[in-house]
Each structure stands twice: as C-alpha cells, then as structure tokens.
C-alpha cells in the first residue's frame, strides 16, 4: 500500500514542479523517487489517510534515526583516532541531540518546506530535527547506504564545528535544568555548606529534583560547584545530550 500510494500521490512528473526543484536545492542532489522526499515532509499532525491507515513522515524518522547514528559513528571514529569510547559517545549524542538536530532543519529551510497543522504541540516539540531525520532515512531509500552517508558526511557533518558543539554543549547545569522542564520536575541548586577564607573559599552545592538531593558538587565559585553538582546529577538522572 505504501509504495502504491508513493505512486498516486501526486499526478505531476516527477521532475516537475516547484517541490523536485526545492528539495534538490535544500538537499543539493538529484532525487530518484520524489514521493519520498514528500512524505518525509509530512508530519503527522498534517497525516494523509489513505484507506484508514494515516501515512506521514513517523516512519521514515524511524529510519532515518538509525542510518544517522551510523553514520555519525563511523565518521567520529575515524576522525579522531585518539578519543576514548567515552568521548566519542557524548560528541555523538551532542550531533544527534533533540536541540542540534532542530537547527540543522531549520538552517536546511525545512520550516518552509514541512506540512504540519501548527498547535501548542508541535510548536513544542523538535518537528523540524524530526524531518530532518525523516530526509534521511528518505535518502537512503532512493539512493541508498552509500551515498546517504556522503551526503551526510559532506553536507552535514564536515560543515560543523565540533569543537564548538562540544563546548557549547558541555554545561551540565543547563541541560539538567532543561530536563526539569520538559519532565515538570523543579530543579534548583542551593548552597549546603561552604569554608575556607573569603579570599580562598569552598562551596558546596547540592541539586535538587523538588526535595530529593540528587548531585552534590564542589568549587572555588558557587557557579564551578553547580555545575559539578549538576555533573553528579545528570549521571544520577541517566540522561544524555540525545535527550536535550
């Protein structure tokens, strides 16, 4: 049913009309299969029925998710020899974060491009990272593994700075208080004790998920002990830069 819909979706050729021209700007390569791209332009708020199934772009994300994951591995693998598994996983998780995979839809112009009906909720969530990742998997189904990935690789990841990201992502602090928000769980941070001379002192901080300590932290500043406190606390939370 899927690719009979792919089929009789739209009536235009395939190499006509204002779409083929637009997502062959945005993507900078020759689409095989344009109903693809059209689906994974849909989201699922804006969903096609089609014989009581509704088709949108969900799917297509699904997929898209994994090949992405792939291919940002091998490239960080290679790219840099020296890092540790423990290095490589977070910069990973930083590229494929809710947050970074937002901006490049939008960089990429998929605001302009996405069929969405707008409410509070998709105006809250990630749509655009969401379709992006739905371009992907796209991709990989009208061209294949191989050129998804150089198109991944040259368009995307060798444009990025990754020491910037990894800088710009390393505060604990903000992405746990970024976590407290979406789950609706109230994180503060508070001075439990502190020594020292007021020329050399030692804060120690605690953070707390509503009343529940779940990081303690400690620092020359109140700042450095936060956000040692909230270190401890995003391992205690389980979290990962996917997640924010």
Partial sequence: MFFTWLKSFNSRPEKDGNFYFQIKAVLKLEP?????????????????EVKGKKLNNERLEFLGDAILGAAITD????KFP??????????????????????????????????????????????????FEALIGAIYLDLGYEKCCHF?????????????????????????LEWGQKARQPIRFAVISSEGESHNPLYHVGCFKQQELIGKGSGASKKKAEEEAAKNAFKVLNLSYAET
Avoid at 32 to 48: D, G, P, T, V
Avoid at 75 to 78: F, K
Avoid at 152 to 176: C, F, M, N
């Fill in 32 to 48: 095989k299969n344009i109903r693809f791209y059209e689906l994974a332009l849909i989201h699922s708020s804006s969903s096609i």
């Fill in 75 to 78: 490239y960080i693998y290679r």
């Fill in 152 to 176: 991944i690789e040259k368009r995307i990841l060798s444009k990025i700075d990754l020491k910037g990201l990894d800088e710009r992502y390393t505060s604990h602090k903000s992405a746990v």
């Fill in 82 to 131: 020296l890092k540790e598994e423990g290095e490589l996983t977070n910069l990973r998780s930083k590229l494929v974060s809710r947050r970074h995979l937002n901006e490049l839809g939008l960089v990429m112009g998929l605001d302009a491009l996405l069929k969405y009906t707008p409410s509070r909720g998709t105006r809250a969530k990630s749509i655009y990272g969401d379709a």
